[in-house]
């Protein structure tokens, strides 16, 4: 549960204290809707120079009043993430700090003199103009404006960028523009972004200065980098446990409740490995697996074991590089089971002993956090009667094993209601979240 007073409380206070020490900070979007409520995550935009200050303060701040803390480091910004506990309720809030604003080569909004209050948050017009309307425009889905139609700008925003923008576009081109956007024409605006572009590109190629041209070249560089091999930051999960243990019912508890008290945007489901590669029956349409319509796991081996585990192997090597890439931009994965499931059932994925899959194991990137749901043997059975009783004690054995050995982090009982064991496993992933390992290098001690 998102408790907004709460955290609009901790947000004031942490504000308070920037203006206590003249931080030259303007928030650029989340308060919109202030004091009623926040958005989703609030952004700051700060020089440079005082991102170290800034960031020891809120984090200071936020520790005193009893939450904890994640900070994810971007080439062009900071993430700070925090989390608190009361009542069996998550407060989350979300914090992102940025020195810049920029589209391509071109830099659109530095800190710069502009400033006005809303209660206790310095804002800036222009900058919020550029972060809430401008860049998403620019961005090749504007979906989010029109749904929410978020175009009209307010009197303070009239004035300054109608004065700015043609800096950037020219008077006829903002003009232009300007009209579009107060009578919310789409279509116009579709039309009016190439050459927007294109004025923007020129811009940065030749009308700002040499040397701030190529450092703005450089952070682009680095961006789009970081977006191909972007540094992971949101955990990558998986639930196991046998058939009937309840693992469907936890993930749709999941997927309806996890966003409001985390930063993940995008919660991704998926079955056992990556799915890079498409499944073997594939490459024999006369399989008769192929069109099997049964439910019951598979319980006999299939030929070329060898080729099978090889093939399973090289499709979580090249999930990885994918994975990677989502989880930088903090989409959480979900596994309904995992690799480990091949140790405890290789059957059901058509091998009879997993000795070589256990070797390649220690190539292999799993989890984050692997979290085994646990259940009375009968009551598993009783759930779901695919399996006998005799082999759901096995894997159960076999999960303990892999337990002991560190391959699963938690174990969690099933044996209460969905909503109960559904937020202890929201809990262990806000937990594995946190500790996820990032920069902390520009803090104090």
């Known amino acids: 549960m998102r408790l907004t007073k709460e955290c609009i409380d901790i947000l004031e206070k942490i504000s308070i204290e920037w203006n206590s020490v003249k931080i030259d900070y303007r928030v650029v979007h989340g308060i919109e809707k202030y004091p009623e409520s926040l958005g989703r995550d609030i952004d700051v935009i700060v020089p440079e120079n005082q991102i170290v200050t800034i960031l020891n303060l809120t984090k200071n701040q936020l520790i005193a009043n009893g939450w904890k803390i994640m900070v994810h480091q971007k080439p062009w910004a900071y993430w700070l993430f925090a989390f608190k506990y009361i ?16 589209w391509g080569l071109t830099k659109l909004a530095p800190i710069n003199n502009y400033i006005s209050y809303v209660e206790t948050f310095k804002i800036n017009p222009w900058t919020s103009f550029i972060k809430r309307i401008f860049i998403q425009i620019l961005g090749n889905d504007f979906s989010k404006l029109i749904k929410k139609n978020e175009l009209k700008l307010s009197i303070e925003e009239q004035k300054i960028v109608s004065k700015e923008l043609p800096k950037f576009l020219g008077q006829r081109l903002t003009s232009k523009f300007l009209t579009a956007l107060e009578s919310s024409d789409f279509n116009d605006i579709s039309q009016l972004k190439t050459k927007i572009k294109i004025r923007l590109l020129l811009q940065g190629l030749f009308k700002q200065q040499l040397l701030l041209g ?67 029956s594939t490459y024999n349409p006369t399989n008769e697996n192929l069109n099997r319509k049964s439910t019951i796991p598979r319980r006999s081996p299939g030929r070329f074991q060898i080729i099978r585990q090889l093939y399973y192997f090289l499709d979580y090597f090249l999930g990885w590089f994918v994975e990677r890439r989502a989880s930088s931009r903090l989409n959480l994965i979900i596994y309904d089971r995992c690799a480990l499931d091949l140790l405890v059932d290789p059957l059901r994925f058509g091998i009879s002993s997993p000795r070589l899959f256990k070797f390649l194991l220690k190539f292999m990137h799993l989890p984050n956090l692997v979290v085994l749901l646990n259940d009375d043997p009968k009551q598993i059975y009783l759930r779901k009667q695919e399996l006998s009783l005799e082999e759901i004690h096995t894997q159960l054995d076999t999960w303990w094993e892999l337990k002991k050995s560190g391959k699963v982090n938690c174990v969690i009982n099933n044996d209460t209601s969905s909503d109960i064991v559904g937020k202890k496993v929201i809990n262990e992933i806000i937990n594995q979240f946190i500790s996820m390992k990032t920069n902390h290098a520009f803090f104090t001690k």
């Open 87 to 102: 009542d069996n309720n998550i407060l989350y809030l979300e914090i992102d700090f940025f020195s810049t604003q920029t």
């Open 214 to 280: 190529a450092k703005t070249v450089y952070d682009w560089f680095i961006n789009e980098f970081n977006q191909l091999l972007g540094k992971p930051c949101a955990p990558i999960i998986a639930l196991v446990g046998p058939d009937g243990v309840g693992k469907s019912t936890i993930i749709d508890y999941l997927k309806t409740n996890l966003k409001d008290v985390s930063p993940f945007p995008h919660i991704i489901i998926k079955h056992w490995r990556p799915g890079i590669l498409p499944p073997l």
